[in-house]
């Protein structure tokens, strides 16, 4: 009877520590399944974090190509504004000294005449009476052609006392004078001409010396 007891009692035993030994093999296995889980759960957000992190830098790559191309395109507008200004600012300037300079040529040709009447004027004897109309014709003539020209923007230069200017006169001879000034104009032996502030053509003068200066005749 005894015996049965016993082993009974140790039958319970085994029971009892299969069960636990089974508990704790489930336990185990649910601990490792938790790991597992938490190890899957860390290997999703590392990987979620990278993709968003890949995605911000290509966005902002693409945010600096479009920065750089807007730059680009509004430097190129800027430079081409500022070339049209210019093709519209030489054209003016051209139409204007076309305007301007258009008869320089013509008024080249015209001077000849003038100088010739000039010319006549100095050479005719304006004592002889029966030369007066004629005279008169030539001085008419003479005038209204000098006239006409001045119209046009055409100018006599040089003249007697005025200072020495390279530019608009050409000094054909130096005298010396005490009754002018050092550097002046003593005698017009041609006049120049300008067309609009360009010079045709320099005086031809003679320009005053003090024994004790010179005369700068270069420009």
Do not use: C
């Not at 005894?2 to 520590?17: L, P, S, Y």
């Not at 069960?19 to 704790?24: F, K, P, S």
């Not at 003038?114 to 005279?135: G, K, P, T």
């Not at 006169?169 to 550097?183: L, Y």
């Amino acid at each position: 009877m005894a015996d049965k007891k016993d082993q009974q009692t140790e039958q319970n035993v085994d029971q009892t520590v299969e069960q636990q030994q089974a508990e704790l093999q489930a336990a185990q296995a649910a601990e490792e399944a938790m790991q597992q889980d938490t190890t899957a759960a860390e290997a999703e957000t590392a990987g979620t974090s990278a993709d968003q992190t890949d995605k911000i830098a290509e966005l902002e790559l693409a945010l600096s190509k479009a920065e750089a191309q807007a730059k680009d395109q509004r430097e190129s507008v800027l430079r081409t504004q500022a070339e049209m200004e210019n093709v519209r600012r030489r054209a003016s300037q051209d139409v204007e000294k076309a305007h301007k300079f258009a008869l320089e040529k013509f008024a080249n040709e015209l001077l000849t005449s003038v100088d010739n009447l000039e010319r006549a004027l100095q050479l005719a004897d304006q004592q002889d009476e029966s030369s007066r109309n004629f005279i008169e014709g030539i001085e008419l003539t003479y005038k209204s052609l000098t006239s006409t020209l001045e119209k046009f923007g055409v100018k006599a230069v040089g003249e007697e006392g005025e200072a020495f200017n390279p530019d608009l006169h050409q000094a054909m001879s130096m005298q010396e004078s005490s009754e002018h000034s050092n550097n002046t104009i003593m005698a017009v032996m041609q006049k120049g001409y300008e067309l609009n502030g360009r010079l045709l053509r320099p005086a031809m003068v003679m320009v005053a010396r003090n024994s004790d200066s010179g005369v700068d005749t270069k420009a």
